[in-house]
């Protein structure tokens, strides 16, 4: 299978005294690529990301089969285009066609292996299958490049993490340290809507435009 969708180009309006970000995602199925049925992971992750920022954003969307070298050619492209953020979602099991991780660590300049590690303590709190998921990070060039699970559930609660009925905070979601590690590779500002999702900088790092 070889359908896919490629470099589709959205834009997101948001607050105009924020950085303007370039945000690219991939779905990697060989189902949806091919119109078995329609993809959820973008849509979800870019539904998500909505909530959590306030700036403006062009979407870069790619919906790809699982294919080793076709995925890795697509996250190239993407952080080619100036994407400072690359998310992705769907292949990262133990099924022999999950190749995404694989893609991803091929195209990395530096693995960021806490990524991973507390998506799986985030999805332990609900299944004990989530010592298999496989999904890495790494950084290429300016851009940071994440995979994710592939279901809507999963890719919120990863992202964002989990609070208790009283709104205090179980388990922290990987999003809360993505807008300062890409201050760390020179990205532009992320800037969050903190009720939703706020993340952490050092008081020296902040420098908000908003105010």
Partial sequence: MNAFITHTVEHTAGDTRCDTLKIGLLSASDRASSGV??????????????????????????????DLELIASHLKS??????????????????????????TLSVGDKEMPGFGEQMRQVSLRFVPTAILSRQVAVIRAQSLIINLPGQPKSIAETLGGLKDEQGQVLVQGIFAAVPYCIDLIGGPYIETQDAFCKSFRPKTALKSKRV
């Avoid at 920022?53 to 089969?65: C, D, G, Q, Y």
């Avoid at 993407?78 to 893609?103: F, I």
């Fill in 37 to 66: 049925y329609q993809d959820q992971g973008i849509p979800a992750l870019k539904a998500w990301i909505e909530q959590a920022i306030h700036n403006p954003v062009e979407w870069h969307t790619s919906l790809i089969a699982d």
């Fill in 78 to 103: 993407l952080v080619s285009a100036g994407c400072c953020l690359v998310l992705t979602t769907g292949g990262t099991g133990p099924a022999l066609r999950d190749v995404t991780p694989e893609a």
